[in-house]
Every structure is written in structure tokens, then in C-alpha cells.
């Protein structure tokens, strides 16, 4: 089941950021620290009061959280790109929980992002993904998400 996060999800949210802090790490220890989440307590808190964020969690059937997703509501504007502003839904975090993995449930949570979004009247959902984190591009591809644009780098 797909839901609203609550107060109550904070510890398990935060439990499954750990899981993106280790991931992002391995992948790129040059870049990411192992040490602690983007978000603590406070800030999740702070995130499921803005009118301009959004997260959903899945639930099992005993009402824990196996994944989430956060979204970002951003209005863009630049005479470069469009004459007018226009909406996007930016994921900014989903993780599922790796013993959930290949249920289903990834692909919930980004269809309810996208529910989301099109309420919102957005232009598009969108979001980044490090190229070393091969199975959530191939994911994201498989739900249909394509490239917008690509960052690259010489490492120093």
C-alpha cells in the first residue's frame, strides 16, 4: 500500500536513508562520505509540513515502511528554455528496502509520484541518478524515463 508519510515513519525513513548514504559511498567513495544521511529527523519533519513536498511511503501489511519516495515541487522559469514558467515534480529520494526489492514497489512509488505531479498540474517529473548506480537507471528506464540531459567530468 502506497501512502502519505506520517510522523510516526521518521525512524524507518531514516533507516532506509542510511541504506543510500552505504550505496552512494561504495559507488562513489571519492564524492559521498559514509557517515550520516542527507536528512535527520528534523528536517524529514520540517519536509512533511511543506506545502511544496511531498513523500509517500509503501507499507506491508503490518504497516512498515518498505520504501519511499520524495518529491520536490520546482517551478522553472528561464527565457533560455521556454516562454513560460512551467511545474516539474523533482524526485528528490527513493529507495526501497532491499529485501522488498523486485515486488513491485518502486514502480508504485513513482506511479504515485507521478498521480502526484499531474495534480499539480507539472510540466514533467524528473529527477538525477549517479551512473554508478546502474540498477536505478536501468529501473528508471524500465518505467519509462528517459534522459534529459547528461553531467560530465574529468576526476582531478
Not at 520536490?72 to 522559469?77: G, N, Q, R, S
Not at 524526485?91 to 514502480?107: E, H, N, P
Amino acid at each position: 500500500m502506497i501512502r502519505t508519510a506520517e510522523p510516526k515513519d521518521i525512524p524507518r525513513i531514516l533507516d532506509l536513508l542510511r541504506d543510500i548514504v552505504r550505496l552512494h559511498h561504495e559507488g562513489r567513495p571519492d564524492i559521498f562520505s559514509d557517515a550520516s544521511p542527507k536528512y535527520d529527523e528534523s528536517a524529514l519533519s520540517e519536509k512533511l509540513r511543506r506545502a511544496d513536498e511531498r513523500i509517500f511511503v509503501s507499507v506491508d501489511e503490518n504497516n512498515v515502511v518498505n520504501g519511499y519516495v520524495m518529491c520536490v515541487l520546482h517551478e522553472k522559469e528561464s527565457p533560455v528554455f521556454t516562454q513560460h514558467p512551467y511545474r516539474s515534480l523533482y524526485v528528490d529520494d527513493l529507495c526501497v528496502d532491499s529485501r522488498a526489492r523486485q515486488k513491485g514497489i518502486g514502480r508504485a512509488l513513482m506511479q504515485r509520484a507521478v498521480e502526484e505531479a499531474k495534480a499539480m498540474h507539472c510540466y514533467n517529473l524528473d529527477l538525477n541518478v549517479w551512473a554508478c548506480n546502474e540498477d536505478a537507471i536501468r529501473f528508471y528506464e524500465k518505467i519509462g524515463m528517459c534522459k534529459q540531459r547528461q553531467i560530465m567530468e574529468i576526476i582531478l
